[in-house]
Each structure stands twice: as C-alpha cells, then as structure tokens.
C-alpha cells in the first residue's frame, strides 16, 4: 500500500528577553547551574507571579509577522504535570485562549514551490528547568533550574507538511523570521530553537488522519529531517506486518539514528488544565498592536521578492542570501559598492560563505568585512586584477586582514592589459608550440583555450583574459576550411 506522510510541528523558541516571564532572574545562557533562581521561579509557596511586558510584545510581534489574528483577551492557565526540572509541578502556559491564532508561514522548496504551513496558534509559556544525567563518569542525575521561567513562544502549526523535506523548509522560515524580529537568537544547539514532530502515515488518497507518534525535543535541522524520515519507514513497517502504530512519545537518538519509546502520549485532559489564578486575563488594546505593527522589519519573504526584483537576482541565490539578517545586509553593502550585483552575489555565496564555513564563524565575525570584499571585486571591474588572481588576493585578505590594494600592490600583481605587452608573449608562445599552432590553423579551433592557458601560465595570471582573447583571434588568422 502507498502511503502519505502527514506532519505537523510544535516548535519552542526562547525569547531574547533580559529576564524571565514571571520574575526578575536573568535569562543568560552559561551561567553556573541554579545561579540565576528566585522563589517565584523555583516555586517557593506564597509567591506571586508578574508578567513581562516584554514578552507580550515579542509574541504580538511574530503573531504579526506570521499573518495571525492577535486575539484582545487571552487567558493564562496552569498546565499540570511533574517532573524533576518543574518544581511548582505545574508550567504556567495558554491553553484554550491563546495570544495569536490562525496565520502562516509560505516556505520554499528546493524545487522552487513555496508551500503555505497555517499555524493553528503561538501561545506564551514559561520553560522548565534542565536534567542532567551520568555526565562523564558520574551516575548521579542533577538538576539546573536556571531555565525555569524563561521565557517560550509555541508555534502550533497545522499537519500541513507531507514530507522531511517540507518541514525543514518550514523551520529554516520560521527560525529566519524571529531572528529578523530581534526575538530570538535561534540557536538550536543551546535550546532555544527546539521542535517536537507530530508524525502519521495515511494511504494515500485517504482523508482520515493515522494514528500519530510524537517525536520530542528535536535542536538540528538534520535531526528533524533523519526523525521524520526514520519515523515514517518505522510505521509504515508496522502497518505492513499488520501492526497498529501506538500513539506515543518518542525520542531520537542521533547515535543509533532512530527513535524510541519514551512514554504514552498525553492528552489535554492529562494535563488538567485550568486558568492560572494568580493571573489576571491578559488584555491588548489595539494601540499597543499598531505600535508593534510600525516596527516590523522587512522580513525574509519580502526581502527575497526585493533582491529577484531590484538585483535580478536567481530565486535559488537569495533564498540563501535572506536566512540570515546579518548575510542579506552584508550582501546589499557589497552590492551598494561594484556595478554588478550578481558578481557581488557569487563572491559572498561562493568565496565568502566557503572561509565562514571553513572558520566556523559567522558573517558578523568575517575576517572580510563587505566595504573590503568590494573594493576587491572593483580591482577587477575596473580590470586592475583577473578574477583568478583576485581569489588568491581573496585568501591574503582573510590571512591578513590587509587591504586588497595593498596586497595587489606589494605583490606586483596588476593585471597587464597593454597589447603591446602581450603580443611578443604570445608571438613566443607560437613559436614554442608549432604542432599545436599548425593543428589550430588546420581547423582544431578548440586550442584556443591551450593558447589562453599557456598566456595565463607565462603572466603567473596577471594577463586580461578578455584581451588575450581578442589578440589570439587577431594573430591567430583565419582557419582553413
């Protein structure tokens, strides 16, 4: 029987908020374990908790930026349930009244289709502490609780998404778009972009959903793909044999790359949840909506529509170019400063993505900043340098940090581009290789390229290439027929 993948995904991001959601600790990534608690986020009784407006704020934002209605009144509730790293035994969330509703998120496909995902809602919620286990040679479990209370939007999307490949797609959008919101960092391998993927299978044509496993705590975009992918052979096997597939909670595990069982899955009613007492119904006038509204960036979407239209740009180079705040705007300075984007474009795609990569560093850390990586590329423009030579004038600068003028200066690498220079050193090269001349005028015209290479080799690459080009028609004659 052929099946159809049906996913849906609940993705957790951690708000770039000074302190907590309910109290005044603060949110710090790395701090020494229980460092950063108070008695309202470890649960102390007779605590209060009070809201962060700042929160708020950031949901509203995203709530905008992903096209949902922003509901007046939402509603606080207590979501029951104990484990080690929650020590109320309970997590102050939103349940039946959530802050935003109804949007979407457009993805696109590696095949160029852009994919709409609707979010069924983005509520607010508090985190939970950390457990760790039997680290090195210690069997002991501890516990940090400096997470409890930091702040967390949920995104609900619908099951939506039909395969890895989809929902990928859909979390590189959503991680790009809190990111340019200023919301959230998105680092995934500190936690604070996180997903859990609800996974069915269906035969296909079938408009009645499969029975669901939810695989948690997934922090890589290769995780979330290999999970899915493994989640979908494990059902499909099951169904096969003539198995039922349980409704559970699974984990992955990248070692073994497969999931397993964790627990059964909950339910609402699991949870038994019931409206925070302690917390007054939260109430967004339209005002504060419309000031948030004025503050939106331009965000990755539009900004790829801007760079095909203004740029001229190919829809495959900035997709890649508008992940990243900090790539698109070191893209635009480059640009702002050469006369042809596109060749701005390759050389931050190509050349400079390759050192970041190969550093492990970021765009905002380049040994290249973009008012150099354009005076670079106007060397060529202006026909000072070859583009070969600029590559290597390229790894100088990210060696050095030096200029690329000064490089090209105290190396003697200006390119020669005088005819008169150049003639005699190809009238050589003529005289060196008489086979291959004779075979060129006897009609072997593809040669051409070996006179161009050996120019290049006798100029250590310093000849214009265009010009070699030109001259080699010239001296070379007509072929014979």
Same mark, same amino acid.
């Given at each position: 029987?052929?099946?159809?993948?049906?996913?849906?995904?609940?993705?957790?991001?951690?708000?770039?908020?000074?302190?907590?959601?309910?109290?005044?600790?603060?949110?710090?990534?790395?701090?020494?374990?229980?460092?950063?608690?108070?008695?309202?986020?470890?649960?102390?009784?007779?605590?209060?908790?009070?809201?962060?407006?700042?929160?708020?704020?950031?949901?509203?934002?995203?709530?905008?930026?992903?096209?949902?209605?922003?509901?007046?009144?939402?509603?606080?509730?207590?979501?029951?349930?104990?484990?080690?790293?929650?020590?109320?035994?309970?997590?102050?969330?939103?349940?039946?009244?959530?802050?935003?509703?109804?949007?979407?998120?457009?993805?696109?496909?590696?095949?160029?289709?852009?994919?709409?995902?609707?979010?069924?809602?983005?509520?607010?919620?508090?985190?939970?502490?950390?457990?760790?286990?039997?680290?090195?040679?210690?069997?002991?479990?501890?516990?940090?609780?400096?997470?409890?209370?930091?702040?967390?939007?949920?995104?609900?999307?619908?099951?939506?998404?039909?395969?890895?490949?989809?929902?990928?797609?859909?979390?590189?959008?959503?991680?790009?778009?809190?990111?340019?919101?200023?919301?959230?960092?998105?680092?995934?391998?500190?936690?604070?972009?996180?997903?859990?993927?609800?996974?069915?299978?269906?035969?296909?044509?079938?408009?009645?959903?499969?029975?669901?496993?939810?695989?948690? !705590?997934?922090?890589?975009?290769?995780?979330?793909?290999?999970?899915?992918?493994?989640?979908?052979?494990?059902?499909?096997?099951?169904?096969?044999?003539?198995?039922?597939?349980?409704?559970?909670?699974?984990?992955?595990?990248?070692?073994?790359?497969?999931?397993?069982?964790?627990?059964?899955?909950?339910?609402?009613?699991?949870?038994?949840?019931?409206?925070?007492?302690?917390?007054?119904?939260?109430?967004?006038?339209?005002?504060?909506?419309?000031?948030?509204?004025?503050?939106?960036?331009?965000?990755?979407?539009?900004?790829?529509?801007?760079?095909?239209?203004?740029?001229?740009?190919?829809?495959?180079?900035?997709?890649?170019?508008?992940?990243?705040?900090?790539?698109?705007?070191?893209?635009?300075?480059?640009?702002?400063?050469?006369?042809?984007?596109?060749?701005?474009?390759?050389?931050?795609?190509?050349?400079?993505?390759?050192?970041?990569?190969?550093?492990?560093?970021?765009?905002?850390?380049?040994?290249?900043?973009?008012?150099?990586?354009?005076?670079?590329?106007?060397?060529?423009?202006?026909?000072?340098?070859?583009?070969?030579?600029?590559?290597?004038?390229?790894?100088?600068?990210?060696?050095?940090?030096?200029?690329?003028?000064?490089?090209?200066?105290?190396?003697?690498?200006?390119?020669?581009?005088?005819?008169?220079?150049?003639?005699?050193?190809?009238?050589?090269?003529?005289?060196?290789?008489?086979?291959?001349?004779?075979?060129?005028?006897?009609?072997?015209?593809?040669?051409?390229?070996?006179?161009?290479?050996?120019?290049?080799?006798?100029?250590?690459?310093?000849?214009?290439?265009?010009?070699? !080009?030109?001259?080699?028609?010239?001296?070379?004659?007509?072929?014979?027929?």
């Amino acid at each position: 029987m052929e099946f159809e993948t049906v996913i849906g995904l609940e993705v957790h991001t951690q708000l770039m908020t000074q302190s907590k959601i309910f109290c005044g600790c603060s949110t710090t990534f790395g701090a020494p374990p229980n460092s950063h608690t108070c008695p309202v986020c470890l649960g102390m009784p007779g605590v209060l908790p009070v809201l962060n407006r700042e929160v708020v704020s950031c949901a509203i934002k995203l709530g905008l930026a992903t096209h949902c209605t922003i509901n007046r009144s939402s509603r606080w509730a207590r979501k029951n349930y104990f484990y080690p790293d929650l020590p109320k035994a309970y997590q102050i969330s939103q349940y039946e009244a959530p802050i935003c509703e109804h949007g979407y998120v457009e993805a696109e496909l590696e095949s160029g289709e852009v994919k709409r995902i609707r979010l069924t809602r983005i509520h607010m919620e508090e985190d939970a502490g950390k457990n760790i286990h039997g680290e090195g040679d210690d069997d002991h479990s501890y516990v940090d609780l400096n997470r409890a209370g930091v702040p967390l939007l949920e995104i609900v999307s619908e099951p939506d998404l039909r395969s890895a490949e989809e929902a990928t797609a859909y979390l590189k959008r959503l991680r790009s778009i809190v990111r340019y919101l200023g919301i959230s960092d998105g680092n995934m391998e500190e936690g604070s972009f996180r997903c859990d993927a609800n996974v069915s299978i269906r035969p296909r044509g079938s408009a009645t959903f499969g029975t669901r496993a939810e695989v948690k !705590n997934l922090n890589s975009f290769r995780h979330v793909g290999h999970a899915i992918d493994y989640e979908v052979r494990r059902q499909a096997r099951l169904l096969a044999q003539g198995q039922a597939v349980v409704q559970e909670t699974r984990l992955w595990n990248p070692t073994e790359a497969k999931t397993f069982s964790m627990r059964s899955k909950e339910e609402a009613h699991d949870y038994r949840y019931f409206p925070d007492p302690d917390l007054l119904p939260l109430v967004v006038d339209e005002g504060w909506i419309e000031r948030i509204r004025a503050t939106l960036p331009e965000l990755p979407a539009e900004k790829e529509q801007r760079f095909v239209r203004d740029y001229g740009l190919p829809a495959q180079d900035t997709g890649v170019l508008v992940a990243s705040q900090a790539l698109a705007d070191y893209f635009e300075q480059v640009a702002g400063g050469v006369k042809e984007a596109k060749t701005a474009a390759n050389w931050v795609l190509g050349d400079l993505l390759g050192v970041l990569n190969k550093l492990g560093t970021s765009v905002e850390e380049s040994p290249v900043d973009a008012a150099a990586l354009a005076a670079l590329i106007r060397l060529i423009e202006e026909g000072t340098i070859s583009g070969k030579i600029a590559k290597s004038v390229f790894e100088k600068m990210v060696a050095t940090h030096q200029p690329a003028a000064e490089i090209v200066a105290a190396e003697g690498l200006v390119q020669v581009a005088d005819p008169e220079q150049l003639r005699p050193i190809l009238q050589q090269i003529f005289a060196d290789n008489p086979t291959q001349l004779a075979d060129y005028r006897a009609g072997k015209t593809k040669l051409m390229g070996f006179f161009v290479g050996q120019a290049m080799r006798v100029t250590g690459g310093k000849a214009n290439p265009a010009l070699v !080009n030109d001259l080699l028609r010239e001296m070379l004659g007509p072929v014979e027929e």
